[in-house]
């Protein structure tokens, strides 16, 4: 945390983690002596949006399972997460159940054979809709940042999309990245 600010890493969010082992957020957050918790306000099949479609490799509309969550930062939402996946990865899995998975998402794709080695980041920023500042508890005036990741396994397969929305003024993204 620095300057009031939740600081955020990517990187733990991508890698599986061993099973049954707390998801990245509850680890992450404990590690920074904070309270990380989350709500799942929808998880099952539903019709693709156009950027979702697009990132996908799909027509727009196609069937994907989608998992909506609230991510919680001391009782306070700190993220809004829509994660997508493609429905011949996520059908008939706990991917499309409101459950909490235990060690995470990312965890339980790996055990299902699809593991994540290329991620692409897109970060903007934007004003929130209606719908975002009552959800993320934000002003009028205050802007999110949009966070739209794509997951690809080894042989350029997208395997997951997530758009994160986050009120810009509570947050830092840092990023790590090795070369070579």
């Known amino acids: 945390m620095s300057n ?19 998801d990245a957020w509850t680890a992450e957050t404990t590690v920074a002596n904070r309270r990380g918790s989350q709500r ?8 693709a949006p156009p950027v979702v479609a697009e990132l996908l490799g799909l027509s727009e509309g196609a069937p994907v ?5 609230m991510m919680l ?3 306070v939402p700190n993220e809004l997460t829509d994660t997508y996946y493609p429905v011949a990865i996520a059908r008939g899995t706990r991917l499309a159940e409101t459950a909490k998975i235990p060690g995470g998402a990312v965890t339980l ?3 299902l ?21 009552s ?13 739209t990741r794509l997951t690809l396994d080894s042989r350029g397969r997208p395997v997951q999309v997530d758009l994160m929305t986050m009120p810009a003024h509570r947050q830092r993204l840092h990023y790590e990245i090795a070369i070579g």
């Open 109 to 111: 794709l790996a055990e």
């Open 73 to 75: 930062l001391d009782g």
């Open 135 to 147: 959800v993320l508890e934000t002003a009028a005036d205050e802007p999110v940042l949009q966070l």
């Open 4 to 22: 009031g600010q939740w600081v955020s890493s990517s990187m733990p969010y991508l890698t599986p983690r061993r099973p049954g082992s707390a």
């Open 65 to 69: 399972v989608v998992r909506r969550r």
């Open 113 to 133: 054979g699809h593991v994540g080695t290329t991620v692409r980041e897109d970060v903007t920023a934007r004003m929130p809709s209606a719908e975002e500042r």
């Open 40 to 47: 799942i306000i929808h998880a099952g099949e539903a019709p």
